[in-house]
């Protein structure tokens, strides 16, 4: 399988950490931050003037996957903690599902921000966004995502 494209949302300075575990993992890895951050990474921005939340993070990235050739988006926040097999464990969960996305789960709990999202769907964000949708895991559910269980501590 050809790595994913990476996406560090909400970046901040101290993120060196995160992007340099997941690194191996992606072809490419680029930041989204509102505010300003000193990177050598592409840093992505809300296309949104509103900013509205994590939807907006997401579709910023997939539009730059896509313009990169990609067909799939992994994101993580920038504090995130993870397994080091993550973006394979989420590619082999796409692999079997289909073109929808993937949500890492702790518990009963879904991370929505440690997803893999698939290229094919950027319209169904672009279009949840522009009729006011901000709930990202109901799109989620919309989109018929599947859940990938993962161990220890985020």
Sequence with gaps: MIPPAGLVLDATDG???ICA??????SILALHANAPVE????VLRDL????????????????WAAA????QLVTFPADASVPPDLVARLQEAAA????????ATMGEDRMPAIALWPVVRTESLRSAL?????????????????????????
């Design 130 to 154: 522009a009729t006011g949708q901000r709930d990202v895991l109901a799109l989620m559910d919309a989109l018929e995502a599947v859940e990938l269980p993962l161990d220890g501590p985020l």
């Design 96 to 103: 079997q599902a289909g073109p929808v996305p993937v949500v």
């Design 15 to 17: 993120c060196d950490t």
């Design 21 to 26: 575990a997941f690194a191996p993992q992606l």
């Design 48 to 63: 949104y003037p509103e900013r509205p939340g994590l939807l907006a993070g997401i579709l910023s990235g997939l539009d």
């Design 39 to 42: 990177s050598d990474l592409p």
């Design 68 to 71: 990169q050739g990609f067909e």
